[in-house]
């Protein structure tokens, strides 16, 4: 039986080396496209910082939505987080899949570079609707009579464009605009 296991072990090691090296290949010849994408997320941030600025706190918009699909409240606001992580990190996971299984027909390089092209078009459009709309975030923090629902404006330049994301995301006015699809 410990040889079985053994010899499996040592099958199991051997796939991931020459996946790995597989991998390292594909990203010596991708990694422009994976850094190009990282560099817009980047800017996506920048351009997310940069509305709070202009954030103005308004009344909730109802639409269909509101009525069809009740929010669920500040004191449930964890439902809506767990929920979000847990699909996140399946995915993420799953993109590592090919390590593990055979049935091998795609590359988690080719994978990420895919989805990083898929996010840069959705938040290049994404940021052109939320800087020509100007309209009320549905998060909690984001409503009228929210301490935290405008930022103050910046000292200087560089603390438009240095800034800590776990900062933003945490403690900033109407942080979780990245996100907030999910926040109601």
């Known amino acids: 039986m410990s040889l079985y296991i053994g010899r499996e072990a040592s099958k199991l090691w051997k796939?991931?080396?020459?996946?790995?090296?597989?991998?390292?290949?594909?990203?010596?010849?991708?990694?422009?496209?994976?850094?190009?994408?990282?560099?817009?997320?980047?800017?996506?941030?920048?351009?997310?910082?940069?509305?709070?600025?202009?954030?103005?706190?308004?009344?909730?918009?109802?639409?269909?939505?509101?009525?069809?699909?009740?929010e669920l409240g500040q004191e449930r606001a964890y439902v809506s987080e767990t929920v979000f992580t847990f699909v996140f990190l399946s995915f993420v996971l799953w993109t590592f899949h090919p390590f593990i299984f055979k049935t091998k027909k795609i590359y988690t390089v080719l994978i990420w570079c895919r989805v990083l092209a898929f996010l840069v078009a959705c938040q290049f459009l994404r940021i052109i609707t939320f800087y020509s709309t100007q309209l009320p975030g549905p998060n909690y923090h984001c409503r009228e009579g929210s301490r935290l629902a405008t930022l103050p404006r910046p000292d200087n330049p560089l603390e438009?464009?240095?800034?800590?994301?776990?900062?933003?995301?945490?403690?900033?006015p109407v942080a979780k605009l990245e996100i907030s699809d999910r926040g109601v």
């Open 15 to 70: 796939r991931i080396c020459a996946e790995t090296t597989t991998e390292f290949n594909l990203l010596a010849d991708n990694w422009k496209y994976i850094l190009a994408g990282l560099i817009c997320q980047y800017i996506h941030g920048l351009a997310a910082r940069g509305v709070h600025y202009l954030h103005r706190p308004g009344p909730v918009l109802q639409d269909t939505g509101f009525f069809l699909l009740p």
């Open 160 to 172: 438009v464009l240095v800034f800590s994301k776990i900062r933003s995301l945490c403690f900033s």
